[in-house]
């Protein structure tokens, strides 16, 4: 993917933690066993990128430290992240662009229909963040919390994609997985969110909910050429199919079939489903990225999930 080099940057549109005091000492380490969670474990609503990361909806807690790292420091990024030409050569200045781009896109999609969609930051963080859901390691991976109506990430998810579940990777992948967090973000806008418990299963409504994010980010995917962001025009010029190959690639690593196979007890069981199978969640993003159309994520109305 590419970006337009002239048009400017919305730095506003992230909220940078990482750094600005606090450490990581709470990190877990990822790896050993895996899906490790450190102290006290409740449930509530939140959208994670992959069922399996931390536990199937469950949010580790860190019992105390937090709070020491949420001080927001956007200077570094706002001096070097000015126009798309920084997009093409800092990686942080790259997710800025994607981000306005993806919300870009929303504004318009939701203004289109008469209504005014809600622009919300992502945190960029380190190890563990104080969030409105609760506070969170870097373990449960990009996550969306409907109470703060803010996406989180540790961009070290990115690395972890590629290492620990062999995707391939690339920037585009990287924008998808953001495209599917805000995909959460205008489900919360919509109500969608509420029909949503916390089932899981094969045709639960945590996998509807999920799968239908995916399918907004092929929405997005569909229109990044092409919608207008707050700087001017597109701030994506270019998606070749080798980047829609990648994120097709990442999808069929993240679906729970995949998880529970290769990171987990090794053996599929669908009652445990959250996020939808490998082969859903590549078919759901292809359905938006085709159509361009978010009416046709119907995920709730269709007995054929893939
Ligand atoms: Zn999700």
């Keep these: 993917m590419d ?10 549109q992230v909220q940078d933690t990482r750094g600005a005091g606090g450490g990581v000492g709470g990190r877990v380490a990822l790896g ?3 899906l490790g969670i450190v102290g006290l474990v409740i449930y509530f609503l939140m959208s994670q990128f992959g069922g399996g990361l931390g536990g199937a909806g469950n949010l580790p807690l ?30 942080d200045c790259a997710l800025v662009a994607i981000i306005n781009s ?3 896109y929303w504004q318009d999609e939701f203004a289109r229909s008469g209504s005014t969609y809600k622009v919300v930051p992502t945190i960029f963080f380190t190890g563990n963040v104080n969030t409105g859901c609760g506070g969170a390691t870097a373990d449960v991976g990009p996550f969306y919390c ?32 953001l495209a599917h967090e805000y995909g959460h973000h205008v489900q919360n806008q919509l109500g969608t969110s509420n029909r949503v418990g916390k089932e899981s299963g094969p045709t639960s409504g945590s996998v509807r909910l999920e799968l239908q994010a ?26 070749t199919d080798d980047d829609i190959s990648r994120a097709l690639d990442a999808a069929s690593r993240i679906g729970d079939d995949y998880i529970q196979t ?20 590549e078919k759901w993003f292809t359905t938006g990225y085709q159509s361009g159309d978010p009416t046709r994520c119907n995920t709730f109305d269709t007995n054929n999930l893939g």
């Design 146 to 177: 409907p109470a703060d109506e803010r996406v989180y990430i540790d961009l070290s998810f990115f690395d972890e994609l590629k290492q620990r579940f062999g995707a391939k990777g690339g920037t585009f992948v990287e924008a998808y997985v």
């Design 102 to 104: 993806i919300q870009g």
């Design 32 to 34: 050993g066993g895996g």
């Design 262 to 281: 290769h990171l987990g007890g090794g053996s599929v069981d669908e009652s445990q489903f959250t996020h939808g199978s490998s082969a859903q969640r």
């Design 3 to 12: 970006f337009n080099d002239d048009v400017s940057l919305d730095t506003s």
């Design 62 to 91: 860190t019992d105390g430290g937090l709070g020491d790292n949420q001080a927001v420091s956007n200077s570094k990024i706002s001096s070097e992240c000015r126009t798309g030409r920084d997009a093409d050569t800092n990686h």
């Design 214 to 239: 995916d399918c907004y980010a092929g929405v997005w995917a569909n229109h990044a050429t092409t919608s207008p962001t707050k700087g001017g025009g597109p701030l994506i010029s270019d998606i």
